[in-house]
């Protein structure tokens, strides 16, 4: 990374090592190694091969031995390669063969691991890992690696917070416990990012620029054992927004929890510009304080990085696990005392990106980047530094406001002018301490290089150990333990293909050079290589330097998030297939002939590789990437009305064209089409930019002459330069926090924000436009998001808005005229913002990816902005409206109908019912209303179910049922969820049986709202009436009505009528039932609940009343036969209770006694319950639904089956045997129950029927 440019051995010096080279200790289990390599993996070279460039000697050639094959003291130590069980399990799994050994232990990912998003568990940057030793249980004294016998893991995804945790890994089961966050946990992250949970925020807080990614994520992750529990352990997380989480991790479940959330409002780090506010990737960082914890620890301390302190926290290792806040320091303040000084001359921002303990836990290290420009040449830098911090000797451990730490030493500058690099590219650096030589730290950046800085005879020395691309990347670095266990150990870092290697301590101060101008990557600087090699750099990389190229404006949005970076390392058949491209397609330009190009290029590989690495994709680039110097001059504007810019701008526009023409009459395009959508896209993406910036070139002409000729609505515009265009144009290494000042007048930031939309909403309208003139050129779009559909493009276009917003929220004061232009600028932008969007969400749709999290981003970001639209839409009526009270008064309807026709487009093409909805009631127009109902038939049933729940919910009924007569369909859709209303919509629709069965539903239905809303069509202000019997009686009635209606169409109408009766008799038996009870609480409940057959039964037979207890069989009769079998034990209650009604002996002493005759006896026992319970239930002319009691329970015993007398229950007979009479008034008893049944009780003229 650090190293000089140095010169390679030639040819022959390579050989001849090569042949003198002896085999190493391990040779031959490396080579075992590669013979049993996983198929189609990347060509990696041996570790010990002299063409790796970490054995490239790091030494000028002047200085270097005469004899190149002795050890060379400066190069790195091989270790070793993994573990051939490592390797031979990966190409198990690849090969989908079993496991060979347990020896390496595979966890798989469960399915549900990633939540409800579709994340690659390959993907290495999705999770964070932490590994509990459950044998680590007491502070380290010996720094000897032991075998590790017992661990758990912690597995935490960053975007959906899913917690996988193993507790033995090692055990033979490996069933991990997982825990998803919740829908709400995940909305009040996303919606605090959004800017919507803080009504205090200030207003440079949503400034133009602002990198808002719509989504919080995880950044940091550390796990400790509990001591005492097995396999039980708590793991800590820091996320984006500034919450602070908690697991406790145990076999039986995860609990989480949020212990911290820092509500601070990030301070601002600025310069002489204006504040700058607090990034979205903090906190940054948590790391224990001390390594290793004690079996007797009671308590463990922890430090949280933010974005200008460290916080210091303590948690209790016990099942409660309280965690507290001991102190914090800030590190970045007004102080340079207490760590580095913000608001220096040329300090614009400052970045805290990781922090490192060691391992007495008393010194702190900090990595830092600050960005910075300068004051002369107005160029911009990035500037890495070490920040060493130690605990003040005598300070208390306890929570304390007093100063904590100290610096420990002065700031030491690794590199002090780097090349500008991404944010993302920042936060992935690691920094790591602890190693030799004593006090220096090695960097890791996420490229895959690592970095060893060390203070070595006054001054910062770098050693850099760097991996060809194709031996992957530096995954991390540890110590390797001393043998005195006093010293520190020798770096060693665990690379991707390359195995494991060691840096001795004399290969760093041998090895190390002079901090260079470039940065922590492996991307080439201005001050090393050669020209040829720097100009390659300027034109491939995928991530240009903004001090070093001017079309930074044309491909910003053209970096994808995958390819920050730079792109992969260019092979040798890369170079020559695009040379051969370049000859082909200048020999085209030059003669018109293609002839055979498709195959030489098909040979030479061109076609291998996709997006932004391929040939193709880079030539285009080549051709539209530089612009004219006279776009970054700083002599004014008055350069931009210079012929020469736009020439060049139409010639390479027509050199882009003959390239397309290239491809085309080549076959190259059908090639790419087919195999390469992607990098043709990208093609024609470049082609979309230059007409873009084009556009761009006429508008800043347009208002230069504008401005020249005094076109404007103030007379000191012209101090204000050419306003937000020419500082788009110059801002190469700046935010777009400096385009618009808050600290200038209202007015200006209103103009210069219209300016700065206008030019945004043009640029992506001639892209849509060239894409739409040469649409036949595009390859097959499903899948593929469009540039302006790119996160950074929408970002970019809603931090515009969202400052629109604020200012029109803050234009009471000003000319109605600039309050109506920001109105239509931010329209406009709208518009374009929301299209980009829809493009986003097509193409995940497309691609089968999860898209919740975009479309929750994309509804309230619609909603925020055609909310806010409509509003002052609204005050512009009312303003025209009071303004024409003198003379003629336009309708007001009218005045709205005009000025809110392209806001009504916009919400009708990207489905704001509100903003329709609301239109529509104020233009009071149904027959719009209509019209938009039939236009928008989206999902879930559109804009017509947007109505139809607006309606119910205002209880306009009415309206919603004559609704019906136009969208019979969707309505019956809608409405099953209100079934108190379909009733109603199925008779219109002449669904009688299916409106008797709704009715029916109704009427037995506990759901007492609905039928109030069925019955009462109560106004929204009315309390919702307590349904009464009466009520149900009439539904009932009801549906007896619709169940004949349809009895010529059902076939079961006379079964569905004959239930309704059975139910209204039901009903009428409640009533009569509630006659008979006492005046209580269970009466008063009675009268105002639908009781179930059940409970009307149970009453019977707690009133202890004769006529109930008659009443309790009419209930069964109208139930069913599955009630009276289901509930057989009920009834044997009611038998028994019907028995305990009459005197039995004394009727037997009275019938002894007196000598009764035949006659008598039937006289006297028609009297008693049994006889008319029998009558009731077994009579001649019984009535019942269904099938009759002698199903459930025969009368004589006798006809029970033998199967069933085992059951003492199983008759009325073995139920009477029970009776205490029984033994002496038995044949009485059973004489009355035989009569009952052989009697039709229609002719008893003394008991009255149980249904008159």
Known sequence: MFSPGIKRPNASSRKERNQGHTVTPRSEARRSSLQNSVPDRPSTPAPWAPRLSVL?????????????????????????????????????????????SIKCIVLELPSTGSGNANIDSTERNCWLVCVVNWDSTSRRTKKVVKHCNSAGIVLCNRKTRAIIYWPEVYSEITVPVISLASSDELEVTSSLLDGKASPNRQRQQIRPGTNSTGCSSLNSLIASALPGFQHVCVALASCSNGELWQFHCSPTGIQRKKIYENKLILPSQGGDSGPLIGSKGYPRSLIWRFSHVSTDESKREFFLLTDHEIQCFVVNLNPNMHVSKLWSHEIIGT????????DLAGQKRIWP????????????????????????????????????????????????????????????????KARVEDEDFLFSMKLRVGGKPSGSAIILSGDGTATVSHYYRNSTRLYQFDLPYDAGKVLDASVLPSSDDIDEGPWVLLTEKAGIWAIPEKAVVLGGVEPPERSLSRKGSSKEGSAQEEKRNLTFTGNIAPIRASSEACDAAERQTGVLTGIAHRTGQDEESETLLSHLFHGFLSSGQVDG???????????????????????????????????????????????????????KQQKHKKFLQFLALSKCHEELCARQRYSLQIILEHGEKLAGMIQLRELQNVIGQNRSAGVTSHSSAESQMSGALWDIIQLVDRHLDYVISIEQPLWIQIQRACELSNVCVNIVHEAMQYRNENHLWYPPPE????????????????????????????????????????????????????????????????????HKGLLDEFWNRRDTLLDTLYRQVQDFVDDKHQDLNGGFAEPKEEILRKLCSRLLSIAKRHESYGTLWRTCCDLNDSVLLRDLMH??????????????????????????????????????????????????????????????????????????SAISTADEQADPGSDILEPKLADRKRLLNLSKIAAKAAAGKDADSETKLKRIEADLKILKLQEEIIQLLPTDEEKQYAERQLLRPEELIKLCLKGQNAKLSLLAFD?????????????????????????????????????????????????????????????????????????????????????????????????VEAILMQHKDFPEAGKLMLTAVTLGSVQDDTRLEEVPSPME
């Open 335 to 342: 102080d340079a005392d207490l760590g580095i000084k913000k």
């Open 353 to 416: 990106l990781d922090v490192q303990v060691d391992d007495h836990g008393k010194v702190i290290t900090i990595l830092v980047a600050t960005f910075c420009k300068d004051r002369v040449s107005g160029s911009s830098y990035t500037q890495y530094s070490l920040l060493t911090m130690q605990y003040k000797p005598g300070v208390r451990m306890e929570p304390s406001h007093e100063r904590i730490l100290e610096k420990k030493a002065p700031i030491q500058v690794i590199i002090p």
């Open 935 to 1008: 236009e928008s038939m989206g999902p879930n049933g559109g804009f017509s179910y947007f109505v139809f729940k607006q309606l119910y919910e205002k209880r306009q009924f009415s309206k919603l049922l004559r609704l019906g007569e136009e969208f019979p369909e969707e309505l019956s859709i809608f409405l099953r969820q209100h079934q108190e209303l379909l009733w109603l919509h199925e008779v219109f629709l002449n669904q009688f049986s299916s409106a008797s069965d709704i009715l029916h539903v109704l009427a037995l239905s506990c759901d007492e």
């Open 597 to 651: 190009s498709l195959e030489k290029l098909q040979s030479a590989g061109a076609f291998e590789r996709d997006g932004e690495t391929s040939i193709f994709t880079r030539m285009s680039k080549s051709i539209v990437d530089t612009l004219a110097k006279h776009w970054t001059t700083t002599r004014g504007a008055e350069i931009l009305a210079m012929a020469v810019v736009s020439t060049q701008l139409m010639d």
């Open 783 to 850: 899948g593929l998001t469009p540039w302006y559909c790119q996160p950074v493009v929408r970002n970019g276009l809603w931090s515009i808005a969202s400052f629109m917003l604020q200012l029109l929220n803050e234009a009471s004061g000003i000319e109605m005229s600039a309050k109506s232009d920001l109105y239509t600028y931010l329209e406009v932008l709208s518009e374009a913002l929301l299209e980009a969007y829809s493009g986003a969400i097509t193409a995940k749709v497309e691609r089968g990816e999860e």
């Open 1115 to 1211: 209930v069964f009769a109208w139930t069913s036969s599955s009630f009276r079998k289901a509930h057989c034990n009920l009834l044997e209650e009611c038998w028994k209770n019907a028995a305990d009604q009459d005197d039995w002996n004394l009727l037997y002493q009275s019938s002894i006694a007196q000598g009764w005759s035949d006659e008598e006896i039937f006289l006297n026992l028609r009297e008693t319950m049994l006889f008319q319970a029998s009558s009731r239930c077994y009579g001649l002319n019984v009535e019942t639904f269904g099938e009759g009691f002698d199903e459930v329970l025969p009368l004589r015993q006798e006809n029970v089956e033998p199967l069933v007398l085992r059951d003492i229950g199983s008759s």
């Open 56 to 100: 490239t000697p790091r030494i000028p050639p002047g200085n270097r031995s005469e004899r190149e094959d002795e050890a060379d003291p400066i190069k790195p130590v091989y270790v070793g390669e993994f573990p051939q069980v490592v390797r031979d399990e990966e190409a198990s799994l690849l090969q989908k063969r079993v496991p060979a």
